[in-house]
């Protein structure tokens, strides 16, 4: 049952990566190059429909895995390929059926669960904010040229303004808030230190002047 049920999570992850770049393509095709904004729900209604997709195909896995199994049985030649079964191979391809099955029945699961959909689309648009973002600056780097000089100039600047669809804004709110925050304090100390020093400075020169008497 531990080898069946890794195997079982194995096909369970790769299918929920699959279903991840499914709704990450669909996010660059509808923010990018159609020019939408991004929407959580309309997204987590693609990954329901990937998922489901993914479910139905792990179910035509188990059938074929049942089909080969009947038709492997009873049969004892030597076999002419890989997959020309023969009745030593039952109790693998009906161990195969049902692992496929039990794949299928998860990614179903998976796919009526709303936070585990919300948490897939919001991978995706990370997946798909870091291609954008990767894309965007080996452009700059490797062209490194002014406006004017650059031909596709507005379709990246159109690009780059579509890409924010895809950013966490009230994330980087919350992170430029704590810098400044930080940066408050620093300047807050910066300025005790110098109040501090200067009235250091002050009892030095009192200090030296009564000497000097």
């Given at each position: ?148 000089q650059d031909p596709d100039y507005e379709t990246m600047r159109e690009a ?54």
């Amino acid at each position: 049952m531990g080898k069946s049920a890794d195997v079982i999570a194995e096909g369970v992850a790769i299918a929920t990566s699959a279903a991840r770049l499914t709704v990450k393509n669909q996010i660059l095709v509808g923010t990018i190059a159609q020019g939408g904004s991004f929407d959580v729900a309309t997204y987590m209604s693609d990954a329901h429909e990937a998922l489901l997709a993914l479910a139905a195909e792990s179910d035509e896995a188990a059938e074929f895995a049942t089909r080969q199994r009947k038709r492997a049985h009873g049969r004892y030649s030597d076999p002419h390929g890989t997959h020309d079964y023969r009745d030593r191979d039952v109790r693998n391809l009906k161990k195969r059926a049902r692992q496929s099955a039990a794949v299928a029945e998860r990614l179903r699961e998976m796919a009526d669960d709303p936070e585990t959909l919300r948490f897939l689309v919001e991978a995706a648009r990370a997946a798909a904010w870091g291609d954008v973002a990767g894309n965007l600056q080996r452009r700059l780097t490797v062209e490194a040229m002014r406006p004017d000089q650059d031909p596709d100039y507005e379709t990246m600047r159109e690009a780059r303004m579509q890409a924010l669809r895809l950013v966490d804004l009230q994330a980087l709110s919350s992170e430029q808030r704590a810098r400044r925050k930080n940066r408050d304090k620093a300047d807050k100390a910066a300025e005790k230190a110098n109040k501090a020093a200067a009235k250091a400075a002050e009892r030095e020169e009192k200090r030296a002047a009564k000497q000097l008497r």
